[in-house]
């Protein structure tokens, strides 16, 4: 009995977080925004809802299909959500004109494709 409801709250909480990133999804301003709500809340969502049907079935094959799927998304999620910003900007998508942070502005070369890396000055270097 209190395996089902410890599965039904990881479960339910899950599929909140993936609501969440859903919303975020739809009402945040831009591509980089959004890719933050659906990367973050989404492996975590997916991970909290497999955790649950590993508790559900109490099978250790499934305990551990549910670990490296996990593992695989937590691998693989943050690399292509990075990949996918990184391209967003190197097609000069538009930011929110309210971002306060841009490191990467000068450092690109739109005609040539090419990023230059910022020049350090040997006072800047810190460890």
């Known amino acids: 009995m209190m395996k089902e409801w410890i599965a039904a709250l990881l479960l339910v909480t899950g599929?909140?977080?993936?609501?969440?990133a859903a919303i975020g999804i739809l009402r945040f301003p831009d591509l980089y925004a959004r890719m933050h709500a659906a990367s973050k809340s989404t492996s975590f969502g997916v991970a909290l809802m497999l955790i649950g049907t590993a508790v559900h079935f109490m099978a250790f094959s499934t305990a551990l299909e549910?670990?490296?799927i996990v593992l695989f998304l937590?691998?693989?999620i943050p690399i292509s959500a990075h990949m996918l910003a990184r391209a967003g900007?190197?097609?000069?998508v538009p930011m929110y004109e309210d971002t306060a942070v841009d490191e990467l502005k000068g450092q690109y070369d739109y005609e040539r494709k090419v990023l230059h890396s910022k020049q350090v000055s040997q006072g800047d270097r810190s460890l």
């Open 66 to 68: 549910a670990l490296l």
């Open 74 to 76: 937590f691998m693989t």
């Open 89 to 92: 900007y190197f097609l000069n």
């Open 15 to 20: 599929a909140l977080v993936l609501l969440f």
